[in-house]
C-alpha cells in the first residue's frame, strides 16, 4: 500500500505559476503509475495528468498541455505538478493519485490510493 500527501497549495494570480507536491510512503512506490486529479465546487472530480513509474511516459487533460508538467522523483518519493499560466478555470482541490500497475489512465475509478488534496485558488 501507499499513503499520499499533497502540498503546495494556495492563491495564485491569474497567469502565474504554482508547483504543487505529493509525497508518497509505503512499498514498491517506484513502480506505481501516479496522476494528479482536481475537482472544482458542483463538478466531478477530472483527470489533470499522470506518469508511469520511470517517469517516461506522461499524459495530459488537453487544457493544460503546454502549461502544466508532471514530474516524480523516486529517489525523494515525491510526485510534483508544475502549474504555469493558470487560469480561473484552474481553481480546484488537486489531488494525488497512484495506480498500483504502471500503466497510464484517465478515469478516476482506475487508481486506488488518494492523498487528502490541496486547495488552488486563483484571482484576477
Known amino acids: 500500500q501507499v499513503q499520499l500527501v499533497e502540498s503546495g497549495g494556495g492563491l495564485v494570480q491569474a497567469g502565474g505559476s504554482l508547483i504543487l507536491s505529493c509525497a508518497a510512503s509505503?512499498?514498491?512506490?517506484?513502480?506505481?503509475?501516479m496522476g494528479w486529479f482536481r475537482q472544482a465546487p458542483g463538478k466531478e472530480r477530472e483527470f489533470v495528468a499522470a506518469?508511469?513509474?520511470?517517469?517516461?511516459?506522461?499524459s495530459y487533460i488537453e487544457s493544460v498541455k503546454g502549461r502544466f508538467t508532471i514530474s516524480r522523483d523516486n529517489a525523494k518519493n515525491t510526485v510534483d505538478l508544475q502549474m504555469n499560466s493558470v487560469k480561473p478555470e484552474d481553481a480546484a482541490v488537486y489531488y494525488c493519485?497512484?495506480?498500483?500497475?504502471?500503466?497510464?489512465?484517465?478515469?478516476?475509478?482506475?487508481?486506488?490510493?488518494w492523498g487528502q488534496g490541496t486547495q488552488v485558488t486563483v484571482s484576477s
Open positions: 493519485a497512484a495506480r498500483t500497475t504502471d500503466i497510464l489512465r484517465s478515469s478516476r475509478f482506475e487508481y486506488q490510493y
Open positions: 509505503g512499498h514498491t512506490f517506484s513502480r506505481y503509475a
Open positions: 506518469i508511469s513509474w520511470s517517469g517516461g511516459s506522461t
